[in-house]
């Protein structure tokens, strides 16, 4: 049911932990599941993201979208970053069963929390950049912080 890719990120995800004073952190969750993500981004002043980390408290898909995603975004440029949309964490993954097709987009929405927040802090506008929906900083969830 799962590639071969979806295990192995699942069994020995890449960029796994935190980074003190990131230049960005975004944290959300899935209200359906209760699963929660948090992408670190340390981001130099050429707009370079020089590391990702994440933390997963979630599903076998969520750790392994969660691992391909850092992947991607790893050395892009911001705008590069937004690029790696679910579905590019997804064919980068040899695809999902139709019933995880969520927990790759928990993977976006993470990593666009992450650059929102790196905006906020420098005051810039990153082209074609929402508001993230579910970072639950921004909600009454903050309990979930003690995860
Ligand atoms: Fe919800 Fe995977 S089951 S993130």
Redesign the pocket.
Known sequence: MYSEKVMDHFEHPRNVGEIENASGVGTVG?AK?G?IMRIFLDIDDDGIIRDVKFKTF??G??VATSSMATELVKGKTVQEAMKVTNKAVMEALDGLPPV?V??SL?AEEAIHAALWDYAQKKGIVIEGLEKPKSDIHEGEEQEEEEY
Do not use: E, T
């Open positions: 899935n599941c699963d979630g599903c898909a969520a995880k969520h927990c928990l």
